[in-house]
Each structure stands twice: as structure tokens, then as C-alpha cells.
Nanobody, 125 residues
Framework: QVQLVESGGGSVQAGGALRLSCAVS????????IGWFRQAPGKEREGVAA????????YYADSLKGRFSISEDNAKNTVHLQMNSMNPEDTAMYYC??????????????????WGQGTQVTVSS
């Protein structure tokens, strides 16, 4: 059974930082794609960042480059999302996803097979 468990969410003031973690079990994501999505109230889910392929290429939403950083700890089957210089627009539920379908793209949520339950991030001004 594939399980993705996110942690690290919470409340932070604007300008602060958070580090999210996603622990994966039951699936070897290394060589596939694993990434983070977020969904703010009233908005569609959007791709935040991902690590994909055997070359472990990293991808970021253009608007988040320079503030967010994705990394993985293969020994612990865990992926992290470091979020810096946060602002209220970063408030959302953050989800971890893996199991990208053949021909899929990292930022398209319907292309992923496995999802975590999400962790809430709230940034206050």
C-alpha cells in the first residue's frame, strides 16, 4: 500500500520560513517524479516543485523560484520543501504527490497516481 504523509505545516508570519516533509512508503519514487502541489481556498491546485527522473531534475513554478527549494533524503524516503520569505499568498493546503503516469508532466495534478492528505500552511501579514 502506497502512503505519503506530509508534515511541517503550520502558521507563520510574513517573511518567515517553513520546511515541509513528505514521507513515502510502499513505493519506490526514485527514478519517477515526486512533487508538491498547493491549493488555496477558491483556487485550483497548482504545481509548486518537483524532482523527476533518474537524473533527478528539479522543477519549480516560475513565481516561486528563489524562495522555495525541493530536496530529497533517499535514505529516509522523504522529500522536503523549504519555503522562505513567505507571504500571505503562500497560504494553502500543501500536498505531496508521486507516481507520475507515462507522458505526464510534473505540474499537472491529474497525471499523478499517489497523493498525501495534505498539510495546511497559513501565512499572516
Amino acid at each position: 500500500q502506497v502512503q505519503l504523509v506530509e508534515s511541517g505545516g503550520g502558521s507563520v508570519q510574513a517573511g518567515g520560513a517553513l520546511r515541509l516533509s513528505c514521507a513515502v512508503s510502499g513505493y519506490n519514487y526514485q527514478g519517477n517524479c515526486i512533487g508538491w502541489f498547493r491549493q488555496a481556498p477558491g483556487k485550483e491546485r497548482e504545481g509548486v516543485a518537483a524532482i523527476c527522473g533518474f537524473g533527478r531534475t528539479t522543477y519549480y513554478a516560475d513565481s516561486l523560484k528563489g524562495r522555495f527549494s525541493i530536496s530529497e533524503d533517499n535514505a529516509k524516503n522523504t522529500v522536503h520543501l523549504q519555503m522562505n520569505s513567505m507571504n500571505p499568498e503562500d497560504t494553502a493546503m500543501y500536498y505531496c504527490a508521486t507516481g507520475l503516469r507515462f507522458g505526464g508532466w510534473w505540474s499537472v495534478d491529474k497525471d499523478f497516481n499517489y497523493w498525501g492528505q495534505g498539510t495546511q500552511v497559513t501565512v499572516s501579514s
